[in-house]
Antibody, heavy 121, light 110 residues
Framework: QVQLQESGPGLVKPSQTLSLTCTVS??????????WSWIRQPAGKGLEWVGR???????NNNPSLNSRVSISLDTSKNQFSLKLSSVTAADTAVYYC?????????????WGQGTLVTVSS | QTVVTQEPSFSVSPGGTVTLTCALS?????????PSWYHQTPGQAPRTLIY???TRSSGVPDRFSGSILGNKAALTITGAQADDESDYYC??????????FGGGTKLTVL
């Protein structure tokens, strides 16, 4: 059974960089040709796709966040990571990591439980 | 910027049938947008229900079905149950590796 677990600081100061890690178990992050995504949700609001990384390392990001988002793989630790720079209060949200399906058009088949990140001084 | 639109809220009687839709601010939704649907209850991560318009994710009962209705993607729930309540989101593939979620529909079963 594939499981994903987000981790990282729960509090980030404005203008700093938010850094989160998703640890994957039950699957190897560099096998199978999957997409690995980050999705976020501000309190009381809807889901927002942040970006994704393919097994090869190629990435796609939400255009509204593009220049601030960096997603990377660490195959030695079976993890992938999100960095979001120059954060503001608007980046306060629950951040979910997810694995896509066998086919590229499956956005998310397995989800992490989510982790709350608050941007505040 | 393209906006994906869902009904803000909907209600259905227990045992009834409801169809939620997912539209584009400009243009029609077709299978080439690979619509997917997610159900989220309070405090929980979303659960994937449908992908590629009409394919059910593993373990999803056949009470849930996806389709294209007119110019929108649609999620139909038949025989609605109390635990079908809460939020439903669609997501569309915009090309170029980009996905966009709809604003969500809050479903009430009463």
């Amino acid at each position: 059974q594939v499981q994903l677990q987000e981790s990282g600081p729960g509090l980030v100061k404005p203008s700093q960089t938010l850094s989160l890690t998703c640890t994957v178990s039950g699957d190897s992050i560099n096998s199978g040709g999957y997409y690995w995504s980050w999705i976020r949700q501000p309190a009381g609001k809807g889901l927002e796709w942040v970006g994704r990384i393919y097994t090869s390392g190629s990435t796609n990001n939400n255009p509204s966040l593009n220049s601030r988002v960096s997603i990377s793989l660490d195959t030695s630790k079976n993890q992938f990571s999100l960095k979001l720079s120059s954060v503001t209060a608007a980046d306060t949200a629950v951040y979910y990591c997810a694995r896509g399906g066998v086919h590229w058009y499956v956005l998310a088949d397995y989800w992490g439980q989510g982790t709350l990140v608050t941007v505040s001084s | 910027q393209t906006v994906v639109t869902q009904e803000p809220s909907f209600s259905v009687s227990p045992g009834g049938t409801v169809t939620l839709t997912c539209a584009l601010s400009s243009g029609s939704v077709s299978t080439t947008y690979y619509p997917s649907w997610y159900h989220q209850t309070p405090g929980q991560a979303p659960r994937t229900l449908i992908y590629n318009t009409a394919t059910r994710s593993s373990g999803v009962p056949d009470r849930f079905s996806g389709s294209i209705l007119g110019n929108k993607a649609a999620l139909t729930i038949t025989g609605a149950q109390a635990d079908d309540e809460s939020d439903y989101y669609c997501a569309l593939y915009m090309g170029g590796g980009i996905w966009v979620f709809g604003g969500g529909t809050k479903l009430t079963v009463l």
